[in-house]
């Protein structure tokens, strides 16, 4: 499963000078992307 593979720090930093509110992304995380990749229907 590739979402094991993401460096959320890296990604959080290449998406910074694009973010309005950089505060919106600190929950960013492994977790998190597991949470809401869950609720996908495919």
């Known amino acids: 499963m ?3 593979i993401i460096d959320y ?3 959080k930093e290449d998406v910074l000078p ?3 509110n950089p ?3 600190e ?3 492994k977790e998190f992307f597991k949470s809401i ?3 996908l229907i495919i």
Do not use: G, L
Request: avoid cysteine; charge should be positive.
């Open 2 to 4: 590739a979402i094991v």
């Open 9 to 11: 720090s890296q990604a």
């Open 18 to 20: 694009f973010v309005r």
């Open 23 to 25: 505060d919106s992304i």
């Open 27 to 29: 929950i960013w995380s």
């Open 37 to 39: 990749t869950q609720k």
